[in-house]
């Protein structure tokens, strides 16, 4: 069932709610692909209801070229959507999202999440998220938030989120990230890659990898080093590379053989940033 109207949806979740239907909850900003689509099934699984909501949110684009230049495959989407089952699609206006403007509700204090990776490159980001997830979770009301590995940075905000609107009710489901046959994880934003960009873009994968499988015989800043190195060569222009506590995102650059370890990179090909992370240990 396509829902535009939050109160038409209101109406419809408080009857399964009455049920006792729990609802599984897959928020995108549509240009849906198999990554999208393996949420939807992960929470088909475990709940007698799926909610997924296509919403381009403009309040967490630092980069207006960028929020114009989002794909926009709605008919698509909602082949997708229907494929696998899902039972309700939300499908907002920007003013049912924001009826009041796009002012955020509230403070969200992330504290070192909005200063470092992508809190650092793309200032006012996860304000954006915040905003639009805050009003999404109210909305919703689900028992389960299914999100993607890809974006751990974005999980790891979410996270905190959750604890700052007190909703400790929702439990967040982290589902692995699906890659291409050549490792590129896989994105909306790889819709706009040119056929040459598109075979250079596995590049990102093979550095992590790369990080992945020296980490006992390099240390951690060279290994960063060479992993740049890596990147510049196959033509990207780099962002940030950072080996972190899997935990809390802070910065490593001496490790024990025991600490959660992940690697995160952001780089563009030409206009494209494309993001990826790797659990290291």
């Given amino acids: ?7 038409d ?6 009857v399964q709610l009455l049920n006792g239907s729990t609802i599984g909850f897959v928020p995108t900003m549509g240009a849906l692909h198999s990554g999208h689509i393996s949420l939807i099934k992960a929470s088909k699984k475990e709940n007698k209801i799926t909610v997924c909501s296509i919403f381009v949110n403009p309040a967490q684009f630092n980069d207006p070229n960028d929020f114009e230049k989002y794909p926009v495959t709605t008919e698509k989407d909602i082949y997708l959507l229907e ?13 049912e999202i924001y009826p009041e403007g796009m002012n955020p509700k509230m403070y969200y204090d992330l504290g070192y999440l909005e200063k470092v990776l992508e809190g650092k490159f793309r200032p006012g ?16 009301k689900p028992s389960r938030l299914y999100l993607g590995q890809k974006d751990y940075q974005q999980y790891m905000v979410v996270r905190k989120l959750i604890e700052l609107i007190r909703m400790p009710e929702v439990q967040i489901v982290i589902c692995p990230t699906l890659r291409e046959a050549d490792g590129l994880a896989m994105s909306s934003r790889n819709m706009r890659l040119t056929g040459d960009e598109r075979k250079k873009a596995a590049g990102i994968y093979k550095c992590l990898d790369f990080i992945k499988q020296n980490l006992n ?17 196959a033509g990207f222009k780099v962002d940030y590379i950072e080996i972190a506590d899997a935990n809390n995102l802070e910065p490593v650059t001496r490790w024990d053989g025991k600490q959660k370890l992940i690697a995160l990179v952001a780089a563009f090909l030409n206009e494209v940033r494309l993001i990826d992370n790797m659990l290291l240990s």
């Fill in 1 to 7: 069932i396509l829902f535009k109207k939050t109160t």
């Fill in 9 to 14: 949806l209101h109406k419809y979740l408080d």
């Fill in 83 to 95: 494929a696998a089952g899902c039972q309700v699609l939300f499908l907002p206006l920007v003013k």
């Fill in 125 to 140: 980001h996860f304000r954006g998220v915040c905003m639009v997830l805050h009003r999404l979770l109210e909305i919703v």
């Fill in 217 to 233: 015989s390099i240390n951690l800043i060279q290994l960063k080093i060479n992993a740049l190195q890596l990147l510049g060569q």
